[in-house]
């Protein structure tokens, strides 16, 4: 079955730590991969996605994320966080013709 | 910046009522979604369009319907609401191809009293 797992439901870091969310995915086909961010009160956006070449794709803000197909991860990351990341992030694989989501983590940033 | 428009944003009705939640986008993207999202958990898709006249149930089994009679309007309907039916209600859309991201609309909250 087609399934995306975020390990943490909640993350809580302060100003200037790194940032690692983790993403796990299971699909059989052509994996095209997306990060969502939903700032609160607002839509949610694309932060950033993979479809095929370099694994390591980045993305708006400072993000990035690396694909690596052996561990069928799709890790999100950031050197140095700010206050204004507080956000919730999803991560999501694009299935048969729709958009597979994990249960997204929420990041809170403390000044 | 996508323009795709959810009306209202929030809701409050009573049980039984007739609730039409709004979704346009002017991108003339074919592809349309609606999801589901209760706090804290994924986002789980009940219908999507591929087209004018397309519908297809998602995922999550759901009460509501929905219509595509033009490609920017994508209404959900729902004929009796009931309180199991409160949460967030999120429209999407998105141009060919997998490697294209959906697009969001800021959603609606609905409640049912």
């Known amino acids: 079955a087609q399934s995306v797992s975020q390990h943490n439901h909640h993350v809580i870091l302060s100003e200037a730590a790194s940032l690692e969310l983790g993403c796990n995915y299971s699909?059989?086909?052509?994996?095209?991969l997306f990060w969502y961010v939903q700032y609160p009160g607002q839509h949610l956006q694309l932060l950033l996605k993979y479809f095929s070449g370099d694994p390591l794709v980045k993305g708006i803000k400072g993000f990035e994320a690396e694909f690596i197909k052996s561990k069928f991860s799709f890790n999100l990351r950031k050197p140095s966080v700010q206050w204004s990341d507080t956000a919730e992030y999803f991560c999501a694989v694009m299935g048969y013709n729709k958009l597979i989501f994990g249960a997204g983590t929420r990041l809170a940033v403390h000044p | 910046e996508a323009d795709i428009y959810q009306t209202p944003r929030y809701l409050v009705i009573g049980t039984g009522k007739k609730i039409t939640l709004e979704c346009s986008q002017t991108?003339?993207?074919?592809?349309m979604y609606w999801y589901q999202q209760d706090p804290g958990m994924e986002l789980h898709l009940i219908h999507y369009s591929y087209g004018v006249n397309s519908t297809e149930k998602g995922d999550l089994s759901s009460e509501s319907t929905v219509s595509r009679i033009r490609t920017e309007h994508f209404p959900l309907t729902l004929e009796s609401a009931r309180p199991s039916h409160t949460s967030q209600y999120l429209c999407?859309?998105?141009?060919?191809?997998?490697?294209?991201?959906?697009?969001f609309g800021d959603g609606t909250r609905l409640s049912i009293l």
């Open positions: 991108m003339g993207h074919d592809k």
């Open positions: 999407a859309s998105k141009a060919g191809g997998n490697y294209q991201p959906q697009h």
């Open positions: 699909y059989g086909g052509t994996v095209n």
